[in-house]
């Protein structure tokens, strides 16, 4: 069991955590020279998140992925003078043999789907690193890049193969384990590097892959290239990108320090929010707190400020509040988003962070918020907004209750309460900022039927808006007074209570994306809902199911009747 990863919870419940820093890495190297950075994998085979099974082959885990992401978010506010990254192995021969087949076939099935969706977000925000902070991403493949290990490189900017003769690159999921690339492989293959069909269903039904002048000619990866040649070819490519990305060699970084949490059997305090659990009830709530200060007086303020800097620490919280339920709170059923604070003084950050859009550290702030709102977007988790006396839901808070899946605001105050009334505010972010995996923003997914009401709402930016005309505008789903707030909260939640959580979470998913489709949706949706139910299938894993029979010399035995 990984220390760094796993420590236990104050009711004794083992948890799975999501912070850690390079002093814990077990896995990931992160050296840099310059303007280019290396990120190698050299996975420890005995650093297993779990007993039972070994990381060999640079095989991964959950723990594995954690790390990457860390990495991956230092890139970003640590060292933002980094302008192109390769990604490589320390093993010889061998670049990554994809999620570790033992870990799969022992996982329970909510382990495997949340592995997968955070990879999954792992591997997006590679992408979103190249397209929206310049930093691009080269893959230095040296040997064998199999399942999730070649997803990972698809995930690059440019992949580079040595030509040895036996370095390959391979999809062989199906027919090796009965299952799907569980991380984006099929659709980034089709939608990303745009391979033929034909070419695509060769290289996805072959166990061996493609190798050599084939890879390239398939468009699989971009270059091969001679061992002998291979480390100056692609630190020639690291250079070549370097030279073409926007971002300024002379920032400096800040640090993200870690967290400060407390967690207790019913509750997890940070700084910015807290998550309360009713467990009889099956309920998070999430109450994120405004800022107690006014923004800083210049872009140099706000970088001295660094973790601590209103907006950046309550993202970073929110974050880790919602990947902590995921994985560590499957009985929630509903999580319930809270705030409280002066919804002036958010759209004052706002402003700010306007204003200050050029600076890198604005923008990452920005980018960072994107991530987590998709991240609420994608939780299987009945999600709800409650705007009462006293909230903040202004600007980037706002796209909270847009998020939700139902909202309900209070009329009026109630009675002896002697704080200010609900109200909603929206800012720029709310039309732009912001897009959801469709590419789209939530009150644009939101009023898809009609596009004057997006400019209605537009129109009434920076106003504090109360539960009436929040309403008429469309942005809640309810407004209720005090007489009728207990009584329809209540009947709600226990409605959703009564609910098959399999059937809420179809709904929920099919319901929340509407509008257009883009490579990052198909991704979460097409493929990933496949791959959920392939998961259940007796096939992959039932006793004589694929998954099971992995490496034990037995032939798996299908059930052959197509569904």
């Known amino acids: 069991m990984a220390e760094a990863e796993q420590r236990p919870l104050a009711n004794g419940r083992t948890r799975i955590d999501f912070q850690t820093e390079p002093a814990r890495y077990r896995h990931w190297k992160l050296t840099l020279d310059g303007e280019i950075a290396t990120l190698t994998m050299d996975i420890d085979e005995k650093g297993a998140l779990f007993e039972g099974y070994e990381l060999k082959l640079n095989s991964y885990d959950l723990g594995v992925d954690i790390e990457l992401a860390d990495t991956i978010d230092r890139l970003r506010f640590e060292h933002p003078q980094v302008r192109a990254v390769v990604l490589r192995s320390a093993k010889p021969r061998v670049f990554c043999a994809g999620a570790n087949i033992r870990m799969l076939a022992g996982a329970s099935h909510a382990h495997k789907v949340n592995f997968c969706k955070f990879t999954n977000e792992t591997r997006n925000g590679i992408e979103d690193l190249s397209e929206n902070s310049g930093l691009a991403t080269i893959c230095a493949i040296n040997g064998t890049a199999a399942g999730g290990g070649y997803e990972l490189a698809l995930a690059t900017d440019c992949i580079m193969l040595v030509d040895d003769g036996s370095a390959s690159v391979s999809l062989p999921e199906l027919p090796l384990l009965a299952v799907l690339p569980g991380t984006g492989g099929l659709t980034r293959v089709s939608d990303k590097r745009k391979v033929r069909r034909d070419h695509a269903d060769v290289f996805c039904t072959t166990e061996e892959g493609v190798k050599g002048k084939r890879a390239v000619e398939w468009r699989l990866v971009d270059d091969v290239v001679p061992g002998s040649k291979f480390d100056e070819a692609v630190a020639a490519r690291a250079r070549e990108f370097a030279a073409k990305s926007r971002r300024d060699p002379a ?44 923004p800083p007086a210049s872009a140099d303020a706000m970088a001295a400020l660094g973790a601590e800097f209103w907006p950046l620490k309550l993202a970073r919280e929110l974050d880790d509040a919602i990947l902590h339920i995921r994985i560590n709170e499957l009985e929630v059923a509903a999580i319930v988003f809270k705030s409280s ?23 990452e702030i920005r980018l960072l918020w994107k991530r987590v709102l998709k991240r609420v977007d994608l939780t299987s988790r009945s999600l709800v907004t409650l705007i009462e006396p006293g909230s903040c839901f202004a600007g980037t808070l ?26 909603i505010a929206l800012a720029d972010v709310n039309f732009g900022a912001y897009p959801m995996s469709n590419g789209i923003t939530r009150l644009a997914c939101r009023f898809l039927a009609d596009p004057a009401d997006l400019d209605r709402a537009k129109a009434e930016r ?49 319901l929340r994306f509407a509008g257009p489709e883009t490579m990052e949706s198909k991704i979460f949706a097409r493929l990933t809902a496949w791959q959920n139910w392939i998961f259940q299938r007796p096939n992959a894993i039932g006793e004589e199911g694929a998954l099971k029979r992995y490496g034990t010399g037995q032939k798996p035995v299908f059930d052959t009747r197509r569904v």
């Not at 400060?260 to 997890?268: P, Q």
């Not at 706002?398 to 109200?423: H, I, Q, W």
């Open 462 to 510: 920076g106003k504090m808006l109360d539960a009436e005309a929040a309403q008429k505008l469309g942005l809640i789903t309810f407004a209720l007074d005090d007489i009728d707030w207990d009584d329809e909260v209540r009947v709600f939640f226990e409605e959703r209570a009564s609910f098959s959580p399999d059937g809420l979470t179809g709904l929920e998913a099919n």
């Open 341 to 363: 604070g002066d919804p002036a003084q958010v759209l004052a950050y706002d402003r700010f962070l306007d204003a200050n859009k050029d600076h890198w550290l604005a923008r």
């Open 251 to 294: 920032s400096r970084g800040i640090t993200l320090t870690p967290l400060t949490r407390n967690f207790a059997a019913d509750s997890v305090d940070y700084g910015a929010l807290s998550v309360e659990f009713q467990r009889s009830e099956r309920i998070a709530t999430i109450t994120l707190r405004g800022p107690d200060a006014p």
């Open 398 to 423: 706002a796209e909270l209750p847009f998020a939700s899946d139902r909202s309900y605001m209070l009329v009026g105050l109630r009675d002896g309460d002697n704080k200010t009334p609900a109200a």
